[in-house]
């Protein structure tokens, strides 16, 4: 189903800044009778939206009554999208473009987690410019900790994994995390049947941010496919 509406950009007054804009009342009828054909399963709906000559696949959030549509970085930046604009929303809900980026570009903004960020810095590697790398705040302490393991392991000096802690930090990583990054996450493990939310994040954070995940963790890759692009470390690097 397709629609095309004009709706005012909002900012989620939280410490990361997502934006968004509100489905208006026909298109929030037809998808409270129809969630159940097109939601994931537990009321978030897959969706691709276009303004101006940018479209990105994203998933539209239940809250309060209506559907939010995340306007994703990509988007913002291409269209010079910020709070408070009046926009143009072309709004497409289905399955099957889920698993692609449904636009027919590269992506450009990347999920990393903990065991990529330590793989890109320990090989030195470039991110292009106009690339860009985003992930939960959590990965911080994760990568502390899978460094620290290898020096108490033995197989890096203490030197050395100061270094990579250094080189992550000029990665430029965006870290986020807050409460509409922390609902998704929750609602995400609950359907995936996992024990804990951790790597939920990741999956929540590339369908409200970002382009594709780019995960070192096979369990992770598998799981989220069925909700978001998968990248590789050479997707990062591709200029």
């Not at 009342?25 to 097109?38: I, P, Q, R, S, W």
């Not at 978030?44 to 696949?57: D, F, H, L």
């Not at 994760?142 to 990579?164: F, M, N, P, T, W």
């Amino acid at each position: 189903m397709d629609w095309q509406f004009d709706a005012e950009v909002f900012q989620w007054r939280g410490p990361a800044p997502y934006f968004f804009v509100a489905t208006p009342t026909h298109v929030n009828d037809f998808l409270h009778a129809h969630h159940g054909e097109l939601t994931y399963g537990w009321g978030v709906i897959p969706a691709q939206v276009r303004i101006g000559a940018t479209e990105v696949t994203t998933s539209l959030i239940p809250r309060d009554g209506v559907y939010l549509v995340p306007l994703k970085v990509a988007l913002r930046r291409a269209e010079r999208i910020d709070d408070g604009d009046h926009v143009r929303v072309g709004l497409h809900v289905g399955r099957e473009d889920v698993n692609g980026s449904g636009d027919g570009r590269e992506p450009t903004t990347f999920v990393v987690d903990a065991r990529v960020a330590v793989d890109l810095a320990t090989t030195g590697a470039t991110i292009p410019a106009e690339h860009s790398l985003t992930a939960p705040t959590l990965l911080r302490s994760q990568v502390l900790a899978l460094v620290y393991e290898s020096v108490h392991r033995g197989e890096i000096d203490e030197r050395a994994g100061r270094k990579i802690l250094d080189d992550i930090r000029g990665l430029r990583i965006r870290f986020l995390g807050d409460r509409s990054l922390e609902d998704h996450a929750w609602r995400l493990a609950v359907q995936i049947g996992w024990p804990d939310v951790h790597q939920a994040q990741y999956i929540a954070l590339t369908q409200l941010q970002a382009d594709a995940l780019v995960t070192g963790d096979d369990e992770l890759a598998s799981a989220a496919r069925a909700f978001v692009t998968i990248a590789t470390p050479a997707d990062i690097l591709r200029p």
